[in-house]
């Protein structure tokens, strides 16, 4: 049974590789170069990318690499996307599933998410693979868990947010200019990411996430991902922050891939959560 699933997951091929997971590069676009996730480019090497003033950009999976993993070869495969309305990368798998003529063998699950629970969604669906699972019950598992991400962004740079269109130019300007950190959230219907308030320290801003994630249920049977541009010191303390507050929960660190850092910049960091199986 072939799992596939893209580098916005912050696996690399490599680590897909040992998990038995497929992995679809995305690209980033900056200099009139476009770079593959850890294959032409890595994160700290990215991050000194943009240093400059350009704003780059990323592009979900080819249609070429999605058509060369999904295939009439009869094995059956899960395919995993990030959140659909964040990419088009579900839209561009479920076409050319259905053009398959084995397309009953061949699932592809909008997963809602990306980053850490995305990467905890393919590798559990990779596990319970090796457990001996149908393909039907790895779909129905991991298609109930796409309904429990929850994803809170706090960017140190406004420009990246400006670029995307989520705040205007004159209130990037006066928060750039106050150092003021926003807090971003993922919206209910997962195909964006929303505007939710802005606070003057990272401690702060963290407090607000940490409220918001016990609001909507985290507890012990969760894991929660701290994920990093280049800051991975101040990953390590919003870590610590995270675990007074859920002292039961599972929590990990992840660097970004340089397609999320795209959006986030350099100094983000992403706070999620997701239940696990």
Known sequence: MKIIT??????????GAQLGINILP??????GRVLRDYIDISPDEYVKLLRGEEI???????????????????????MLTVADGLSG????????????????????????????????????AARLRD?????????????????????????SDFRYLRKSGRISHLTSRIGGALHLLPVLTQTEDRKRISFKTVRRTWKSAVET????????GVDEGCLISIAYAD????????????????PRTE???????????????????????????
């Open 231 to 246: 800051q991975r010191p101040l990953a390590e303390k919003v870590l610590k922050q995270v675990r007074e507050s859920f």
């Open 251 to 277: 929590c990990e660190i992840l660097q970004l891939a340089p397609s999320l850092i795209t959006h986030g910049g350099p100094g983000c960091i992403v706070i999620q959560a997701i239940h696990k199986i």
């Open 56 to 78: 780059p950009s990323s592009s979900q999976p080819s249609i070429g690499d999605i058509m060369d993993l999904l295939d009439d070869s009869g094995e059956e495969t899960i």
């Open 26 to 31: 995305v690209s980033v676009s900056i200099e």
């Open 131 to 155: 457990q001996g699972e149908s393909a039907k019950e790895i779909v129905r598992q991991i298609t109930a868990l796409a309904g429990s991400s929850i994803s809170y962004v706090i960017p």
């Open 6 to 15: 893209n580098t916005a997951s912050s696996l690399n091929i490599q680590e």
């Open 89 to 124: 990368e579900y839209g561009s798998a479920m076409a050319v599933r259905n053009s398959l003529q084995n397309r009953d063998s061949v699932y592809v699950i909008n997963s809602g998410t990306l980053a850490g629970p995305l990467r905890y969604m393919a590798t559990a």
């Open 209 to 216: 996430v940490l409220a918001g994630l016990r609001e909507r």
